[in-house]
């Protein structure tokens, strides 16, 4: 653990006390955990074999989500600048009232974040939130904490996104059970949060930054249609979730094998950007040339956070190969009954926090839960509630060395202090809210 330890300290206080850049630090600690970590080797070897493995890690996770959030980063400032986030806003606050605003982007978020992954959603509605704090102001920090609340719980409870996919085989509980446990059981803990969120920015009127184009939403006469507006957005997420059916469906159904390669995740957000920038293109009608050579500041302003999203990972499997899965294991073994509710969400919560990532989270710990229950049907509560309690366990403690707390950070424009005070918290407060429900209803309604 000497490792684990060493090199969480090195990364929170060279970032948080002197204030080396995220990519830097991180990437310096990934190296020094690797480093420190269990080895025959002799001390030359070792480091060279962490400075290998971290450009790997690295470099494993650029590919993984590099296009996609470069892509991401060009919908949504064609969005701004078309008017079509600002064509959305006024209609979420024409349906909902400018009070509710904050429930419209948590049940979009809620939604689009099963088939989509966290990143992805953040990034298509951190836009809208922007627009929505121009009409509203004050209330940016509330808005994007909504978006996060609602996409934090899907994206940890309910398949197919990968995480909570693979812990309903790990625990060996059906499909179709593990999504209608985690769709209802994280209702109530966003609520929660929500209602309680307020409390984490009392006090301080945090805006979205502006940008030379960010005024061209409002100061336009000319947005296009709600439809249009629309589009970029549902695009991606009916083809991804397209391809997530038409996996399932094998060969039975016509043109799976098309629908699997449209819904990629880097061909839906291709598409969708060929989508946003059209409906820029009919609104103000630039040159072609000055149309594509625009979308070089949105790529410019993604290249820091591919990095430090890519550096975050690395150093999350730096500290996972330190050996803290083992050291987890085997400090669980006694556990037994009802305890394991607990302990899961002990469990993924501390592995969310030695490594960062949630999906890794809730692969191990769900697979380390699953080596003490060698006999499910023993338990004095239904299986789901496993599932459930590791998925709310992976949502407390994010901090520096998850990609989700950079994402965040970056796209809205905060300060990693102000990270803490939102996203941190608010992923917190559900897990918290989402672990407390979860112990009420396995000892009132056990479903055994």
């Given at each position: 653990m000497t490792?684990?330890?060493?090199?969480?300290?090195?990364?929170?206080?060279?970032?948080?006390?002197?204030?080396?850049?995220?990519?830097?630090?991180?990437?310096?600690?990934?190296i020094l955990a690797g480093s420190l970590a269990p080895s025959e080797l002799p001390a030359p070897e070792r480091?060279?074999?962490?400075?290998?493995?971290?450009?790997?890690?690295?470099?494993?996770?650029?590919?993984?989500?590099?296009?996609?959030?470069?892509?991401?980063?060009?919908i949504g400032d064609c969005l701004l600048r078309s008017g079509a986030a600002d064509r959305i806003a006024g209609s979420l606050?024409?349906?909902?009232?400018?009070?509710?605003?904050?429930?419209?982007?948590?049940?979009?978020a809620y939604v689009l974040s099963i088939p989509v992954f966290f990143d992805t959603v953040f990034f298509?509605?951190?836009?809208?939130?922007?627009?929505?704090?121009?009409?509203?102001?004050?209330?940016?920090?509330?808005?994007?904490?909504?978006?996060?609340?609602?996409?934090v719980a899907t994206h940890s409870l309910v398949p197919p996104t990968p995480g909570p996919l693979g812990m309903a085989d790990n625990l060996g509980l059906d499909l179709g059970t593990a999504i209608g446990f985690g769709l209802l059981l994280g209702i109530?803990?966003?609520?929660?949060?929500?209602l309680i969120a307020p409390r984490f920015v009392r006090g301080r009127n945090v805006e979205p930054a502006e940008t030379p184009d960010s005024g061209q939403t409002t100061a336009h006469p000319v947005r296009p249609g709600l439809f249009a507006s629309l589009f970029p957005i549902a695009l991606p997420v009916v083809l991804m979730s397209g391809a997530s059916i038409a996996a399932?469906?094998?060969?039975?159904?016509?043109?799976?094998?098309?629908?699997?390669?449209?819904?990629?995740?880097?061909?839906?957000?291709?598409?969708?950007?060929?989508?946003?920038?059209?409906?820029?293109?009919?609104?103000?009608?630039?040159?072609?040339?000055?149309?594509?050579?625009?979308?070089?500041?949105?790529?410019?302003?993604?290249?820091?956070i591919i990095l430090i999203t890519a550096a975050g990972g690395a150093f999350g499997r730096a500290l996972a190969g330190a050996g803290v899965t083992?050291?987890?294991?085997?400090?669980?073994?006694?556990?037994d009954g009802t305890v394991l509710l607990l302990l899961a969400a002990g469990i993924a919560s501390l592995l969310k926090l030695a490594q960062g990532s949630g999906t890794v989270a809730i692969l191990t710990g769900s697979a380390i839960v699953a080596s003490l229950v060698p006999d499910p049907a023993a338990l004095s509560f239904h299986p789901a509630y496993l599932f459930a309690a590791v998925g709310f366990g992976s949502m407390v403690a994010s901090w520096m060395?998850?990609?989700?707390?950079?994402?965040?950070?970056?796209?809205?424009?905060?300060?990693?202090?102000?990270?803490?005070?939102?996203?941190?918290?608010?992923?917190?407060?559900?897990?918290v809210f989402g672990v407390i429900q979860v112990l009420v209803l396995a000892t009132l309604f056990p479903l055994v």
């Open positions: 490792a684990v330890l060493l090199g969480t300290l090195f990364v929170a206080v060279t970032i948080g006390v002197l204030r080396l850049h995220p990519f830097l630090a991180l990437t310096l600690g990934a480091v060279f074999a962490a400075l290998d493995a971290t450009g790997g890690a690295f470099g494993d996770l650029v590919g993984a989500i590099g296009i996609a959030i470069a892509l991401a980063a060009i606050l024409g349906l909902f009232g400018e009070r509710r605003a904050i429930w419209a982007l948590a049940a979009a298509l509605l951190v836009p809208l939130a922007r627009a929505l704090a121009r009409r509203a102001p004050g209330r940016y920090p509330m808005f994007v904490m909504a978006i996060c609340a609602g996409a109530l803990p966003v609520t929660a949060t929500l399932a469906g094998g060969g039975m159904i016509p043109a799976a094998a098309w629908a699997v390669v449209l819904g990629h995740r880097n061909a839906a957000l291709l598409l969708a950007t060929f989508a946003a920038a059209f409906v820029l293109w009919k609104v103000h009608r630039p040159p072609l040339r000055r149309l594509l050579g625009s979308f070089g500041n949105a790529i410019g302003e993604a290249g820091p083992e050291d987890l294991a085997r400090a669980s073994s006694a556990a060395n998850d990609s989700g707390f950079w994402v965040v950070g970056r796209m809205s424009g905060f300060s990693e202090g102000e990270t803490f005070r939102t996203w941190t918290a608010v992923a917190a407060a559900v897990g």
